[in-house]
T-cell receptor, first 113, second 110 residues
């Protein structure tokens, strides 16, 4: 069973516009969420995280929104830049449990000039 | 520079052979992890270790083995029992919940 789901395998956005990547989870015990960015043949790099006690966290062009009742989070990138083209993974964990992350399948974001 | 190194970058093996993937970190992190990435399936946890001389199975441990004799090192052995070993393997380490990843090893079994 897929506890963290990213239902859009790919997303194409024009440079300068907003990119919105979505993630859903099923496990109500998850209370900490992270987004990672991955280029081909490289390891993922951490982007931004959010605790379940918040509903929004911002870091520069990146904002993550959390809707606990819907078990949904989203990553907004504004404005989108060509270097943002990559695969984005959301991940979730329970802070009281083992230090394990459960990852979604990833969304490939392409920023078009 | 602190970081995680994985070697080699590309690895080819014949079917039926065991192969060991290296992972070293100098971040002084207690926890280390091994993931496998397949197209369209995200990252799946193979094994993880939260402390030296201790490790736990992840979601897809069958056909793999690990050791954690030193804090800095967490090698992964892909055994002949692993039915589909061709994949991209990622090692990570952490002190909290933010995991830092190595560059990965692409294993191809011929």
């Amino acid at each position: 069973d897929q506890q963290v789901k990213q239902n859009s395998p790919s997303l194409s956005v024009q440079e300068g516009r907003i990119s919105i990547l979505n993630c859903d989870y099923t496990n109500s015990m998850f209370d900490y969420f992270l987004w990672y960015k991955k280029y081909p043949a490289e390891g993922p790099t951490f982007l931004i995280s959010i605790s379940s006690i918040k509903d929004k966290n911002e870091d520069g062009r990146f904002t993550v929104f959390l809707n606990k009742s819907a078990k949904h989070l989203s990553l907004h990138i504004v404005p989108s830049q060509p270097g943002d083209s990559a695969v984005y993974f959301c991940a979730a964990t329970n802070l009281q449990g083992a230090q394990k992350l459960v990852f979604g399948q990833g969304t490939r974001l392409t920023i078009n000039p | 520079d602190g970081g995680i190194t994985q070697s080699p970058k590309y690895l080819f093996r014949k079917e039926g052979q065991n192969v060991t993937l290296s992972c070293e970190q100098n971040l002084n992190h207690d926890a280390m992890y091994w993931y496998r990435q397949d197209p369209g399936q995200g990252l799946r946890l193979i094994y993880y270790s939260q402390i030296v001389n201790d490790f736990q199975k992840g979601d897809i441990a069958e056909g793999y083995s690990v050791s954690r004799e030193k804090k800095e090192s967490f090698p992964l052995t892909v055994t002949s029992a692993q039915k589909n070993p061709t994949a991209f393997y990622l090692c990570a380490s952490s002190t909290t919940y933010e995991q830092f990843f190595g560059p990965g090893t692409r294993l191809t079994v011929l």
